[in-house]
C-alpha cells in the first residue's frame, strides 16, 4: 500500500512504528540502557505488542 491511499492515522502509525520506537531505543542504548535492570518497553496504550527497547524487537505484553 503506497502511501498516499493510506490515512493519515496509518501513516503516523507506520511511522512511529518503524523509525520513532526505533529512534527512541537507539538513545536508550547509547545512554546505556542495555545495562539498565527492568525491562523497558514502549507500548501504545490499549494494545498488546510492545517494542523492547533493549532488543530493539516487536514482542507480545501480558495484559496488567
Not at 512511529?16 to 496504550?45: M, S, V
Not at 490499549?46 to 505484553?61: E, S
Amino acid at each position: 500500500m503506497n502511501t498516499s491511499s493510506m490515512s493519515l492515522r496509518e501513516q503516523l502509525s507506520k511511522f512511529t512504528r518503524n523509525y520513532l520506537y526505533p529512534w527512541f531505543a537507539d538513545r536508550f542504548e547509547e545512554l546505556g540502557g542495555k545495562d539498565y535492570h527492568l525491562d523497558c518497553i514502549l507500548q501504545k496504550h490499549d494494545t498488546l505488542r510492545g517494542f523492547d527497547m533493549k532488543t530493539k524487537r516487536w514482542i507480545k505484553v501480558d495484559a496488567v
